[in-house]
């Protein structure tokens, strides 16, 4: 079996030409890739369904737009926090327990939320805080298949992506700063028919 390089904490940027409804312009990031599989969250589905009607004790914590995420097509029904605590950049993306206690790294300041844990405990220490409702799954190789199909292109994430205020915007924020040909990618249109 070959190795997989490890792609956690990067983001997954939707090419023009990815069909998947559920994935139309998605920036997702991945908090877990290996042989086993990857798991993601789309950064860019906000649902006008507040943190504070399913997860109250969060709201306060949350940011702008203090709303849940769709964060993929899988369990829905699950929610995940994703955090940004600033000073926890890290110089690697080496999984650590260090942090606050209900806050696990991903990747630099971007860690996964203990939504169980008191959110007092984490008050202090968060910078920001996005919660999604499920997630984005590939089954082992099955990631690596849709990048050798050019479904998505790969790049470095940035602590702000997590809680862009204007989620609807990101597609193209992220590209935009690519340097590189994918900079232009964000010029295309919604609707390349009506060009």
Do not use: C
Request: net charge negative; charged share 20%; glycine share 12%.
């Amino acid at each position: 079996m070959t190795e997989v390089s490890s792609l956690t904490g990067r983001l997954l940027v939707a090419t023009p030409a990815l069909a998947d409804p559920n994935f139309d312009r998605a920036v997702v990031l991945l908090l877990d890739h290996d042989e086993e599989g990857s798991l993601g969250v789309v950064l860019n589905r906000p649902t006008p369904v507040g943190v504070g009607d399913i997860l109250e004790s969060w709201a306060s914590l949350a940011g702008e737009p203090g709303v849940v995420f769709q964060g993929g097509p899988v369990s829905l029904d699950s929610a995940l926090g994703v955090a940004v605590v600033p000073g926890e950049s890290g110089r690697s993306s080496a999984r650590t327990e260090d942090g606050p206690l209900g806050w696990r790294r991903v990747h630099g300041a971007i860690g996964l939320v203990d939504l169980e844990a008191p959110p007092e405990l984490l008050a202090a220490a968060v910078g920001s805080l996005r919660i999604f409702a499920g997630y984005a799954g590939w089954g082992p190789g099955q990631l690596e298949e849709e990048l050798a199909e050019g479904a998505w292109y790969v790049v470095e994430s940035e602590p702000g992506d997590v809680s862009s205020p204007a989620p609807e915007r990101l597609w193209r924020a992220v590209l935009r700063r690519q340097r590189s040909e994918l900079a232009m990618v964000a010029t295309y249109p919604d609707d390349p028919s009506l060009n």
